[in-house]
């Protein structure tokens, strides 16, 4: 790289081995390596998968919400759950890109960026699921507080509002955070691609960026300002989520415990994706020297923190059935370990409260294997709690007539493996077309670092 583009895209001088490597690295990943057959086949099995979501999307609008398995009483079932799950896969990017931000830890930039990436994709894809469930979806627009001449405005006291207030205030955030984080590395490729058509692509994503004092000096404000707003945001967020269930009156929802232990199992899984595409991502993609075995290590240990902070909730929800002796409570209680959906409960204890203290172990920390395991069954486990917490403390009712049991249909399972398509899919085409990794912060943390 020239001196000249070194000025405008605020890179260190090529003197700099390290960095310059890096750079050369991540940038040739972008615009240089050829697309291998590993990514055409998923990338095509993803949008075709994606392609049935959409043609399901399509018939649930024109059918309605019959073709789920959800009735009374369990008028909620893997729309909810799904919805609950991915707004939690997504507070991770958020908690890195700002709580670990401000508090100082360099080595969140080595992951922060596919982070963020996963945030903005998964927040996407959980504001859908809302508007699926609606009886009457094309009418979503009514939770807008727009004028009109009827004078009609949103049920401030519905959670459905309240959800899309705080889902709308996330989206915008995260994508914030995100694109601005780009535009340094966005100039990077810009003005290292050899092709006209990706220069523009890429000098138009970019915004004229040219790596000016007054650049950095406002993009340094602007994200400090986005995380300081983020850090409140994302625990209001998740808190919102909890007071949907625990606003409502069933045994099992109706507790305080709800908005803290949203917020640690949505971290919890967060963090498990984010671990999974680490080790995943690292070995195809040759990013061994920036993603080391010590940045795999602390996010093994930020998931066994908080597989204990779950394991408490999990235990505190059955020492307060116990205290209060509430009969309705216990029952709910003896139901889960015990009764139709008991393997629900016995695998979300075993994914998500068990399997992680194999990270006590530091070698284990570091087997590719074993982090898989991990990080894998932790998503899944959440999602499985999610749907434990849904359907247990609905399918039992007061009434004989109020007794119901809930089978997934076909349709089900296909929205719920489509938007895993989708996502699959988006998050494809970013590995491909925008940098891993933030050159500009490993870089910056590099300088920092050298000894002197």
Known sequence: MSDTVS???????????????LTDHVAGVTLERPSSPAWIAGTLVAALIAAVFLGALAYLFAVGVGIWGINIPVAW?????????????????????????????????????????????ALGLAGLFPIMHLGR????????????????????????VWDFV?????????????YIGLLPDLASLRDRARRRRAAVFYGLLALGWRG????????????????????????????????????????????????????????????ALVLVMAVVLRPIYGLGRWITDAHVDLLARTLLAASLVMAYSYGLEIFSAHYTGNPDELAMLSDRMTGFYAPAYWATLLL???????????????????????????????????????????????????????????????????????????FLLFVRL???????????????????
Not at 7 to 21: E, F, K, Q, V
């Open 7 to 21: 000025s405008r895209t605020g890179m260190a001088d090529p003197s700099d081995t390290p960095a310059a490597a």
């Open 352 to 426: 998500n409260a068990v399997l992680p203290q194999l990270f006590w172990w530091p070698r284990l920390r570091t087997r590719r294997g074993v982090l898989l395991l991990v990080g894998g069954g932790v998503v899944l486990g959440m999602w499985i709690e999610r749907f434990m917490l849904v359907v247990t403390s609905l399918y039992h009712g007061y009434l004989p007539s109020a007794d119901g049991r809930f089978y997934p249909t076909l349709w089900d399972w296909v929205h719920l493996l489509g938007s895993l398509g989708v996502f699959a899919l988006l």
């Open 434 to 452: 925008l940098p891993l990794l933030p050159m500009f912060e490993i870089r910056r943390r590099m300088h920092e670092e050298r000894p002197s």
């Open 77 to 121: 079932g893997f729309a909810i759950t799904n919805y609950v799950w991915w707004i939690g896969i997504a507070m991770a990017g958020t908690f890195i890109s700002a709580a670990l931000l401000l508090a100082g830890q360099g080595w969140r930039s080595s992951v922060s960026r596919f982070a963020e990436t996963m945030t903005v994709i």
């Open 137 to 160: 979806p094309w009418f979503a627009y009514w939770l807008l507080p727009y004028p009109n001449i009827m004078s009609l405005w949103p049920q401030w006291r519905s959670a459905l």
């Open 212 to 271: 000016e004092a007054h650049h950095w000096q406002r993009l340094e404000s602007a994200t400090r300002l986005l995380a300081g707003f983020a850090v409140p945001l994302v625990f209001m967020v998740h808190s919102m989520v909890a007071l949907d269930f625990s606003e409502g009156l069933p045994p099992g929802w109706h507790t305080t415990l709800f908005p803290p232990f949203f917020v640690a199992g949505a971290l919890f899984s967060g963090f």
């Open 166 to 178: 705080a889902i709308a205030s996330y989206v915008g955030v995260s994508l914030m955070v995100w």
